[in-house]
């Protein structure tokens, strides 16, 4: 099933269901207000919802057309964003492009930073940006909603706590990420908040694309206007989400409604193209000596959607532009 | 007035009204569910609270006797732990603890990293901990909870911001710091869950002892017994709490319920003692060449409170036992 958040004037928004294309919907509030709600109590709810799904997708309820500007991030706010970095091309681009050497333990160790949960921006929001020279970036990538996991889980075990699937814009900038990390505590204020698509799913709408732990699809990005990115989320993953989940869960449990994300989805092969400017910056640096590529300014719109093998957009598209804040 | 959390079978507890002396209480269920949801509606709930709270303080409601082990922490779970690291004599003795050089920028630019804030230890829960050498160690801080506090907001115009005050425990496993910083993403599976007082309390309820933006208490660790710190909250931290919102609210706002701390409390003079196992380790080694204190096992126990001017406890007592996971 697909479910989704419509604004209603509350923090938390509205739970609905989803037709599977993405199109119509209709409320979830007999089963659970809130998305939060479900997943607290997800074996006593998640029939129910499968039921009303079944019925949306039948023709047997009619539902209500969406109006995208409506909807807010699946879940407005999380009790914990934990980000990994799976995609190793990834991690060594953007190291490269600030002199800084990947982690020795980059292919045995996870690399995930704790992100802030608490305000996150809705699919079609703006980008609110103070200072240019931030240098904001876009960042496209895959995350997971977690049910309660317990500490210490393996990998073996985890993938049974993954609930939902969604993709995200980890906007990140840029130009405050080296001073911040040099001082050692990773990120923080270089991480403003993140917006999610419209649409949360079970696996089992992944149908074969979801396996190995990875989702065998294409993420696409399309900045102002133009495909700058058409890149396989499945193979280059480096560390499953069954493997992130053991990693984040060595130490302490995550509660339900924690959401994991993949890392900036990136293929070696170039033509593949982006899922982040900076990754296009540091190309240009080896090829050509300099960075052509500006970071985003006001006015500059980012579009990110995956597509099923059917064709079908899976997520509903995140579609942003950046404005003066 | 002073809040708290009663154990009631679900994620978020019930919110009660506790009187002045830590005591008795009251169901505070007829305003509100949960802390949170008084933080969400501040504006509307805390004045009703209030006027509970009054009848409550002058015996017109007498109230139920209170079991600590009844009592969550004040949020069980939040939106963002978030936690600063004010106290500079605390940066630089851990940092030379780990033959790390303290951030150039130590005494313009706050340290903070972002905390797991999904499942917060209750004050009397036991600290799992499966592995001696992940080198477990306590912290004792101050931590104020925010309403919704805007991106881009001043050090002048922060205050207004803070809700409540509570101490806690932010439990840090030594061990794996060194490692996880060197991967340059922050703290991650060094930081397990951490343990919150009992109460949380308004800012009226600390009279003259809260001001310049600081707590001018002293706050005590007994570790095994012993009375190891009583080291004062106030002159030595560096930025006020308004000038660590100023910085976290940089580049994104912050939703209520926020929790943010101080860091480890710690003062330049010894006979203060300490407020986490690091310090006197690092003490030792400076003075006798190698540290003497192991960290926390199986066993141990550690109590972190804060009396006010009157010597009243103030937050309640945090009292844990690190037992085997």
């Not at 240019?132 to 993938?159: H, M, N, R, S």
């Amino acid at each position: 099933m697909k479910l989704a958040t419509l604004k209603n004037g509350t923090r938390d928004g509205q739970l609905i269901v989803v037709r599977r294309d993405g199109m119509r919907y209709v409320s979830g509030a007999e089963v659970a207000p809130t998305l939060q709600a479900v997943l607290d109590d997800w074996d006593n709810k998640a029939p129910q919802l499968e039921e009303v799904s079944k019925r949306l997708n039948s023709g047997e309820i009619e539902g209500t057309e969406i109006d995208f500007n409506e909807l807010l991030s699946p879940l407005p706010r999380a009790y914990e964003w934990v980000d990994g970095s799976a995609f190793l091309n990834h991690v060594r681009l953007v190291r490269k492009a600030r002199n800084a050497e990947p982690p020795k333990t980059l292919e045995t160790d996870p690399l995930v930073y704790q992100g802030g949960s608490g305000v996150f921006l809705a699919p079609r929001d703006d980008i609110p940006l103070a200072d240019e020279k931030w240098g904001c970036d876009f960042e496209a990538e895959i995350c997971v909603y977690l049910g309660d996991t317990p500490q210490g889980v393996k990998e073996a075990e985890a993938e049974k706590h993954i609930r939902l699937f969604t993709i995200c814009n980890d906007v990140s900038l840029r130009g405050l990420i080296p001073p911040e990390l040099a001082k050692g505590f990773g990120f923080f204020t270089s991480k403003p908040a993140t917006a999610f698509a419209p649409f949360a799913v079970t696996p089992d709408e992944l149908g074969d694309a979801w396996k190995d732990g990875r989702l065998h699809l294409y993420m696409r990005s399309t900045y102002n206007g133009e495909l700058v990115g058409k890149v396989h989320a499945g193979p280059e993953m480096h560390f499953s989400f069954p493997r992130l989940i053991e990693h984040v869960c060595q130490t302490r449990s995550m509660t339900a409604g924690t959401i994991l994300g993949s890392g900036t989805i990136s293929n070696e092969d170039r033509s593949a193209g982006i899922s982040c400017l900076a990754e296009r910056r540091m190309i240009e640096i080896i090829d050509e000596g300099a960075a052509k590529t500006p970071f985003m300014k006001p006015g500059d719109t980012i579009q990110i959607e995956m597509f099923d093998e059917a064709e079908e957009n899976l997520f509903g598209t995140i579609q942003q532009k950046v404005i003066k804040k």
